[in-house]
């Protein structure tokens, strides 16, 4: 029995390590991002939340970031819009169940701030 508790515990390590590194590997694509935003004078305005926090703006945050990998000026960035790809299941709780959000359209560069909050935010929830 031991043994076996053992070996779920190695499991569950060593599956949870690459999303861990993934998430930082993600905030370190948009820090980047961001960064660019400012010298590129991205002109891109963008559906945002205003509250990352509520469950219901969930799809809106995955289509700014739709919209943002189909301007020419982020396709450098297409490892980060791989990356969230493969990171989306852990991130998203249950879509379906989605209502009302309030957004306002901002900056390429606000949203790109709200989206690492809710990158930090989320991946510490699907931690606990």
Request: proline share 3%.
């Amino acid at each position: 029995m031991k043994t076996h508790l053992y070996l779920l515990l190695l499991a569950a390590s060593i599956s949870a390590a690459p999303h861990m590194s993934s998430v930082s590997e993600l905030l370190t694509l948009l820090q980047e991002m961001w960064d660019s935003t400012t010298k590129d004078n991205l002109a891109l305005r963008i559906e945002t939340p205003d509250n990352i926090d509520d469950v219901n703006c969930v799809s809106t945050i995955f289509e700014g970031t739709e919209q943002l990998k189909h301007n020419p000026a982020m396709k450098k960035f297409s490892v980060f819009f791989h990356k969230f790809e493969r990171l989306k299941k852990f991130l998203a709780p249950n879509l379906a169940k989605e209502g009302k959000c309030d957004t306002e359209r901002k900056t390429a560069r606000m949203f790109i701030e709200k989206l690492m909050t809710f990158i930090r935010k989320a991946s510490k929830n699907a931690r606990a």
